[in-house]
T-cell receptor, first 114, second 115 residues
Framework: EDQVTQSPEALRLQEGESSSLNCSYT??????LFWYRQDPGKGPEFLFT???AGEEKEKERLKATLTKKESFLHITAPKPEDSATYLC???????????????FGQGTILTVHP | GAVVSQHPSWVICKSGTSVKIECRSL??????MFWYRQFPKQSLMLMAT?????????EQGVEKDKFLINHASLTLSTLTVTSAHPEDSSFYIC???????????FGPGTRLTVT
């Protein structure tokens, strides 16, 4: 069974204070690891897909990296508008897993204070 | 990026009535759509997977006779909550899977309150 664990559960930063969010996973046949941002009362917004260990992707102040066991979402010089819940999810490909099915972590609630 | 819409964005209904939620992929064809529910301060829980023209596949513990899913076209899936009860109150989110990159694009969600 695929499993995803995110840490920390909550993270408070001062504006400009860089940090990282962690996503540890176990999966049979990784098809992809996904990062989403979710604002209160809204659906998740797609950020990144990572497919293989060593891969990195960047978007504005965010950078996602992937190893065989975990992924990190690095936030550089965050701003208050980066405050949101960040969700990590994996899609496995073994054991007859339904195509496209995601397993989500519990999320990290990020609060950036001005 | 790909856009998914949901309608309505929120709905209040009385216990025992049925509610239909629509999910549309606006700029891509979603061969597969997913329905999730999310309780406050919790992550998304997959309810069912639907493929266009096929019967939906429900996750363990989800009542298929209570949560009716129809995926009649490549751009529209509907979720009908039948005989709703207060415990069905939740945030329902759909997503669409298009193309070969495994990426899911989520709708804005529907807040259901059953009184």
């Amino acid at each position: 069974e695929d499993q995803v664990t995110q840490s920390p559960e909550a993270l408070r930063l001062q504006e400009g204070e860089s940090s990282s969010l962690n996503c540890s996973y176990t999966v049979s046949g990784l098809r992809g690891l996904f990062w989403y941002r979710q604002d209160p009362g809204k659906g998740p917004e797609f950020l990144f897909t990572l497919y293989s260990a060593g891969e990195e992707k960047e978007k504005e102040r965010l950078k996602a990296t992937l190893t065989k066991k975990e992924s990190f979402l690095h936030i550089t010089a965050p701003k208050p508008e980066d405050s949101a819940t960040y969700l990590c999810a994996v899609q496995g490909g073994a054991g007859g897993t339904s195509y496209g099915k995601l397993t989500f972590g519990q999320g990290t609630i990020l609060t950036v204070h001005p | 990026g790909a856009v998914v819409s949901q309608h309505p964005s929120w709905v209040i209904c009385k216990s025992g009535t049925s509610v239909k939620i629509e999910c549309r992929s606006l700029d891509f064809q979603a061969t597969t759509m997913f329905w999730y529910r999310q309780f406050p301060k919790q992550s998304l829980m997959l309810m069912a997977t639907s493929n266009e023209g096929s019967k939906a596949t429900y996750e363990q513990g989800v009542e298929k006779d209570k949560f009716l899913i129809n995926h009649a076209s490549l751009t529209l899936s509907t979720l009908t909550v039948t005989s709703a009860h207060p415990e069905d109150s939740s945030f329902y989110i759909c997503s669409g899977l298009g193309g070969g990159n495994y990426e899911q694009y989520f709708g804005p969600g529907t807040r259901l309150t059953v009184t």
